[in-house]
C-alpha cells in the first residue's frame, strides 16, 4: 500500500488541502508534470516543511487517521480537538480522503499486469458537543478483511512521533502490548500519545536468531548498513543488552548518545514491525508500505543529516517515506520533488504547495534563503542589524565604515575595531584598496 494523494477538510488548522505524494515506481502524471527529470533520485521519499505550529504533525496525524479509520474506534485512540475551529460558525465535520495504490501484499490483484489498483478510504471525524467520533467510510470486497487481520501482510503503516523513545526492556511485555491496544494503531502510537514507547531491540531480536536465523542475520545487516561508518552492529549482546561498536569502543545501546538511541530506536521498531509483516518467503527488503517519521533530523548531527534520507531510501526502496524536518543539510539531499511546504494563507489557514525553485546540491545556507524557508539572512538579527548600519554609512561616504564592513562581513565578531591588540587579524591589502575606493 502507497498514499497517491491526501485531501483534508476542516482538520485543525487547515480548510481544504490536497497534497500529492511520491511512491516507488509512480507514473509521471499532471500532479508532477513540471517535476524534471523523471523519475527522482529519490523517487519514494516525502519530506514536510513548515514552521512551528504551520500544520506539519497534522499531516502525519491525517495520513494516520484516514489509514487506519476502520480500525481505530477500537484501537485505543481517543480524539481531541481535531475538528477545525472557526471565526464563522461552528465546525461540526472534518474528512480526510486518502487515494491508495493496493500491491500484492495487500492481496491486490490487478486486471491487467503493471496497472495501478487504486482504492480510497474516508474518514470522517463528527462533533456532538464536546466530544468527537471518528469513523470510516465502510469498504466492501474481502480486501478489505485482511485490515482486521493481525497477521496479515496487507496495509503495512508504521508512524514515529517526535517524542518517540525506546522502552526499558525489563518493561516490555510484548503479550501485554498486543492486549492494551491493537497492533496496527500500535504501530503508530507514537504520533499521537506522547509516553508511548517503541519495542527494544533486546525484547525480540535475541529468539530470532533461533526462530528465524534469516531474518535475524537481515535485520542485523540491516541495523549496520543505516547506520552512520562511525558505529557498526554485529549482534554481539551482553547481559541481555546490544552492543555496538562506536570508534572500535564497545558501547551497550544505553550508553549510547541521545542522537544514535533515537535514530536506532525508532530503525529497530520498524524493522521488528516489518519482520512481523512480511510476505512469507520474502526479504525485508522487499516489503511495501508507508513509514513516517516526524522531525528525522532529531538529535542527529549534521555530518549525519547529509545522509540520513538517501541511505534509508535506498536500502529500503519498496517503502513510501513521508518526514518532517527543520534542517537544511536534509532539504540540501531532495530535489524539489520530494518536498512539500506548509505555509499560512491570507485566511491564516495553512497552505500546501511544492517549492518551484530546485534544492538539490544547495548549501545549508542557499537553502535557508531560498523560499524552502524563507530566511533573509542566516546571521545574528543583532548582528545583521549592525552590518546593516554600517552598510548605510558606507554608502554615505565613510571608509572607516566601509572596511568595517568588509572585515564584519567575511570574519564575524572577530572584527572588533575597539580592541585592537586582542589577535584580530588586520583586514587584507585588497579589502584596504577597495575600501579606499567607496
Known amino acids: 500500500m502507497y498514499v497517491r494523494s491526501l485531501r483534508i477538510e476542516n482538520l485543525r488548522a487547515f480548510g481544504k488541502a490536497k497534497l500529492d505524494l511520491l511512491y516507488p515506481q509512480r507514473h509521471l502524471d499532471k500532479a508532477f508534470n513540471d517535476v524534471r527529470p523523471w523519475p527522482p533520485r529519490l523517487p519514494n521519499v516525502n519530506v514536510i516543511l513548515g514552521a512551528n505550529g504551520a500544520g506539519k504533525s497534522t499531516i502525519l496525524d491525517a ?74 467510510t465502510e469498504q466492501p470486497g474481502p480486501i478489505w478483511e485482511r485490515m482486521y487481520d493481525d497477521n496479515s501482510t496487507a496495509f503495512f503503516f508504521v508512524g514515529y512521533g517526535a517524542t518517540r523513545r525506546v522502552e526499558a526492556v525489563s518493561a516490555s511485555d510484548l503479550a501485554v502490548r498486543r492486549k492494551s491496544r491493537l497492533l496496527k494503531y500500535e504501530r503508530v502510537a507514537s504520533l499521537f500519545e506522547d509516553h508511548f514507547a517503541l519495542v527494544p531491540l533486546n525484547a525480540w531480536l535475541p529468539e530470532w536468531r533461533t526462530q ?56 529497530g521498531d520498524l524493522l521488528h514491525h516489518l519482520c512481523m509483516g512480511a ?51 536534509v532539504v540540501g539531499t531532495l530535489e524539489r520533488a520530494n518536498i512539500l511546504t506548509v505555509d499560512h494563507g491570507r485566511n491564516g489557514a495553512p497552505v500546501i504547495s511544492r517549492p518551484d525553485e530546485e534544492t538539490f546540491g544547495l548549501s545549508a545556507d542557499q537553502v535557508l534563503r531560498s523560499k524552502a524557508f524563507g530566511l533573509t539572512s542566516t546571521r545574528d538579527p543583532e548582528f545583521s542589524e549592525n552590518l546593516n548600519r554600517l552598510s548605510q554609512a558606507a554608502q554615505r561616504g565613510s571608509k572607516g565604515a566601509a572596511l568595517q564592513f568588509m572585515r564584519e562581513a567575511a570574519i564575524g565578531g572577530a572584527a572588533r575595531v575597539d580592541a585592537p591588540n586582542d589577535g584580530t587579524p588586520d583586514p587584507p591589502d585588497w579589502m584596504r584598496q577597495i575600501a579606499s575606493k567607496v
Open 279 to 329: 510476505p512469507r518467503g520474502a526479504k525485508l527488503v522487499e516489503s511495501r508500505g508507508v513509514v513516517m517519521v516526524d522531525e528525522i533530523d532529531l538529535h542527529i548531527h549534521p555530518d549525519w543529516q547529509r545522509t540520513i534520507i538517501p541511505k534509508l531510501a535506498r536500502k529500503l526502496k519498496n517503502l513510501q517515506f513521508i518526514f518532517t524536518t527543520h534542517s537544511p543539510l
Open 63 to 136: 495520513t494516520a487517521l484516514a489509514l487506519l479509520s476502520p480500525l481505530i474506534a477500537s484501537s485505543g485512540y481517543r480524539p481531541f480537538a481535531l475538528i477545525r475551529r472557526s471565526n464563522r460558525g461552528e465546525v461540526k465535520r472534518a474528512t480526510i480522503l486518502a487515494d491508495l495504490v493496493l500491491q500484492d501484499q495487500d492481496g491486490a490483484i490487478g486486471p491487467v499486469p503493471g496497472k495501478e489498483v487504486r482504492a480510497e478510504l474516508e474518514t470522517v471525524i463528527d462533533r456532538r458537543g464536546d466530544v468527537e467520533f471518528v469513523r470510516t
Open 212 to 267: 528465524n536465523p534469516g531474518g535475524y542475520r537481515q535485520v542485523i545487516s540491516l541495523i549496520d548498513s543505516l547506520t552512520p561508518s562511525t558505529i557498526r552492529f554485529s549482534g554481539e549482546i551482553e547481559q541481555g543488552e546490544y552492543l555496538f561498536k562506536h570508534r572500535n569502543v564497545s558501547v551497550p545501546f544505553s550508553a549510547l548518545s541521545d542522537g544514535y538511541r533515537a535514530y536506532i530506536g525508532w530503525v
